[in-house]
T-cell receptor
Framework: NAGVMQNPRHLVRRRGQEARLRCSPM?????VYWYRQLPEEGLKFMVY????????ESGMPKERFSAEFPKEGPSILRIQQVVRGDSAAYFC?????????????FGSGTQLSVL | GENVEQHPSTLSVQEGDSAVIKCTYS??????FPWYKQELGKRPQLIID?????GEKKDQRIAVTLNKTAKHFSLHITETQPEDSAVYFC????????????FGTGTRLTIIP
């Protein structure tokens, strides 16, 4: 089991560009979560998805941010027209279906730097 | 929504001594409380967790206690070692984890050799 895979590990964008962050959950996991971590701060919840469904997006900024978890392929966190304040580490986590264990496992994160 | 507070923000202890980190939560419906360890530049790693139907759980040098009435839970590390130095985060969620985790702000633990 390869664990939660995120890519890229580091992403540099200029202001106004788009950033796409990818996350492949652990094998057998059907729940994906995205968190953002600013330097010296805790993890802030952004969005919770299951295959083809957004379950909770209460932590997502209303503009420029979107997330998907298609039937096939990884989950994608997309940030349009990035600004310097978007610079952060973005962590994806996955967990098994409900009733099969509650533990959340994190990927290694994507460090986004906006110039 | 849930709010989790964590104290202290920094903690230094002599190697071999014990370290205690405390968290409080606001939503009495929360029922799952994991602790994560994060080393610099790395992913948060689950080190121990507790469910609301249990008051205490231990795994070797690490233990967690939960007081549902007071809505607080604590991480205890005994016989600390240099490799315990890291940032530790507490968290809380509903539905035993298959909902979003709300994290505390973290405790930077430094073990002094």
């Amino acid at each position: 089991n390869a664990g939660v895979m995120q890519n890229p590990r580091h992403l540099v964008r200029r202001r106004g560009q788009e950033a796409r962050l990818r996350c492949s959950p652990m094998k057998g996991h059907s729940h994906v979560y995205w968190y953002r971590q600013l330097p010296e701060e805790g993890l802030k919840f952004m969005v919770y998805l299951q295959k083809e469904n957004i379950i909770d997006e209460s932590g997502m900024p209303k503009e420029r941010f979107s997330a998907e978890f298609p039937k096939e392929g990884p989950s994608i966190l997309r940030i349009q027209q990035v600004v310097r304040g978007d610079s952060a580490a973005y962590f994806c986590a996955s967990s098994p279906p409900r009733g099969q264990g509650e533990k959340l496992f994190f990927g290694s994160g994507t460090q986004l730097s906006v110039l | 929504g849930e709010n989790v507070e964590q104290h202290p923000s920094t903690l230094s202890v002599q190697e071999g001594d014990s370290a205690v980190i405390k968290c409080t939560y606001s939503d009495s419906a929360s029922n799952y409380f994991p602790w994560y360890k994060q080393e610099l530049g790395k992913r948060p790693q689950l080190i121990i967790d507790i469910r609301s139907n249990v008051g205490e759980k231990k795994d070797q040098r690490i233990a967690v206690t939960l007081n549902k009435t007071a809505k607080h839970f604590s991480l205890h590390i005994t016989e600390t070692q240099p490799e315990d130095s890291a940032v530790y985060f507490c968290a809380a969620s509903l539905n035993f984890g298959n909902e979003k985790l709300t994290f505390g702000t973290g405790t930077r633990l430094t073990i002094i050799p």
